[in-house]
């Protein structure tokens, strides 16, 4: 009977002890596995932008090496100042249905500046999250009625007759009424930036 006491006691003690430093034990690799964690956290942060840059690099890439915030920038500016007076000169002074040559330079006008343009808006889409003009909706709007003006205007140039009241071929009215939507907008994305500026 002792012997059984004494083994029993034993046993129990053994597993006491296996109880006392089971926790101890399980929570040392905690201890370790968080200072890892600690230790790993600035290499991902640093993996993260690494991958951002990559990425922003990559975009650039994809596109012609002249294209820059600068060019771009310069480019509205010129389309927005002179190119849209000078358009408005032609339109509300200047053209005539019967100069073809007019209409042929000034589709030529709205048709490469469109071009221009958009390479700009692609690339500041890509690699700074902006338009070309100040915002989706106003950019959209303005490739739109660049591409309905210099259409009007192409249909003048093959022939198309816009009979009037009287019966005479008046294009104008149609073609003023295109150009005055693109001033519009082009008005409203200048006014927007003026503000924005302002606000700096």
């Known amino acids: ?3 059984i006491t004494i083994k029993s006691l034993i046993a129990k003690t053994t597993v006491g002890h296996s109880k006392m430093n089971t926790p101890h034990l399980s929570k040392t690799p905690s201890f370790s596995q968080s200072s890892r964690s600690r230790k790993l956290t600035p290499l991902v942060a640093a993996a993260i ?10 975009a650039t890439s994809s596109h012609p090496a002249y294209l820059n915030d600068a060019y771009c920038e310069s480019l509205v500016e010129q389309f927005v100042d002179s190119g849209m007076r000078s358009l408005g000169k032609y339109i509300n002074e200047n053209f005539k249905p019967e100069y073809k040559g007019g209409i042929r330079n000034t589709i030529n ?4 500046r469109a071009e221009w343009l958009g390479e700009c808006d692609s690339y500041l ?5 902006s338009r070309v003009f100040h915002d989706e909706q106003n950019t959209k709007a303005i490739f739109e009625a660049m591409d309905a003006l ?13 009979p009037d009241a009287a ?13 005055d939507t693109l001033a519009k907008l082009v008005d409203q994305h200048h006014t927007r930036m003026l503000m924005k500026k302002q606000f700096k």
């Open 1 to 3: 009977m002792t012997l």
């Open 49 to 58: 932008a690494c991958f951002i840059a990559t990425g922003k690099a990559g």
């Open 109 to 112: 006008f709205l048709n490469q």
């Open 125 to 129: 889409s890509d690699t700074a999250d």
């Open 150 to 162: 210099a259409k009007e205007l192409q249909l003048v140039r093959e022939g198309v007759e816009y």
């Open 167 to 179: 019966g005479n071929n008046n294009p104008r009215p149609f073609v003023k009424s295109r150009f």
